[in-house]
């Protein structure tokens, strides 16, 4: 069982991926071409020491001569932009080609349809403290990602009989935020 540098997982960094054997790497690694994937599903920690809590990273724009998403944080002159680059893994490869439904648009020159998260976020009021501390706390209990995507689908279907679609997509996508926020990456893999 050999190992290849050069399929760095660019989420997962070179330090583990270089230690992985190859036969145990499930995602396939492209290059990046810049899709804002990645950068839409989850800020990264530059995003959020930068920015503050964002369900969308305000550091993402769109470079219509580029037709791609940049990052504004890895496109800083100087040596600051370089520790960017280098604590993002910028260059490393693509890990979202699983549910990359911008994928297709990016290759194509199109870009790809937008959600307005902050119109969402203004139009409707913050979670509680309380149910923002339940979510905390259930991420760092040891239970399977099934039963918790289970969960989280039936509250969304009973919270949309009550409330509005939209409204019922922004509580989950917010107690999902909270959730991961404290989820060990141990237990991502856990069936139980």
């Known amino acids: 069982m050999g190992y290849d540098l050069y399929t760095v997982c660019g989420v997962w960094g070179s330090r583990f991926c270089i230690l992985a054997p190859v036969a145990f790497r499930i995602m396939y690694v492209t290059p990046c071409i810049g899709s804002g ?7 990264c920690e530059a995003s959020l ?21 940049v990052c504004r944080l890895m496109q800083l002159p100087g040596k600051l932009g370089e520790n960017y680059r280098k604590e993002l893994y910028a260059g490393e490869g693509c890990c979202a080609n699983i549910g990359n439904t911008h994928r297709k648009d990016i290759a194509e020159g199109r870009r790809p349809p937008e959600i ?49 679609k939209e409204y019922a997509e922004y509580v989950i996508r917010e107690l999902e935020h909270f959730y991961k926020q404290q989820r060990s990456s141990f237990q991502e893999g856990f069936m139980g």
Request: aromatic share 12%; with cysteine; net charge negative.
């Open 37 to 43: 994937f990645c950068c839409k599903k989850a800020p």
């Open 116 to 164: 307005d998260y902050d119109d969402i976020e203004r139009k409707f009021p913050p979670l509680s403290k309380e149910l923002q501390m339940f979510a905390a706390v259930l991420g760092r209990q040891f239970l399977s990602g099934d039963a918790m995507y289970l969960t989280l689908c039936d509250l969304e279907h009973q919270l949309a009989k009550e409330f509005s």
């Open 49 to 69: 020491r930068a920015y503050g809590n964002h369900t969308r990273c305000p550091g993402l724009a769109w470079d219509e001569s580029q037709t791609k998403y």
